[in-house]
């Protein structure tokens, strides 16, 4: 990885100290220089998204349908496929936001939210 240098000698953050900051694990020294190098912070911002947006495509992948979380929902599962779910659903924050819909309180707008969900899953099956 090629270094760039200050104007002050010093030299921005390393790929491999970006991916550190992007992950959470930046040291003190890296957190020192992106306090005060707007470059290496948009870095940072940039490989942060696009590690979201990797995620969210890998979450997806992997989740239950929304007809297997409503099954859940009332316990309609057998106790290994409940703890599957129960499983997937809290390292999942698209299924446990679904999981939220469903389990709100109003029934009106539970059945409005539930049966949108539903629409949009099946009209993805059917393109
Ligand atoms: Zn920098
Ligand atoms: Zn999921």
Known sequence: MEEEQLSDGATHLSGSEIVAAADGEADEAIVDHLRHCELCRQRVAALRAMQQALRRRLYRALCPSTEQLADYCQGLLSPAQ????????????????????????????????????????????LR
Do not use: F, G, K, T
Request: glycine share 0%; net charge neutral.
């Open 82 to 125: 409940q703890a599957l779910l129960a499983h997937h659903i809290a390292s999942c924050p698209y299924c446990s936001a679904e999981v939220d819909l469903m389990l709100q309180r109003d029934p009106l707008i539970d059945r409005l939210l539930l049966s949108d969900l539903l629409n949009r899953r099946v009209l993805r099956y």
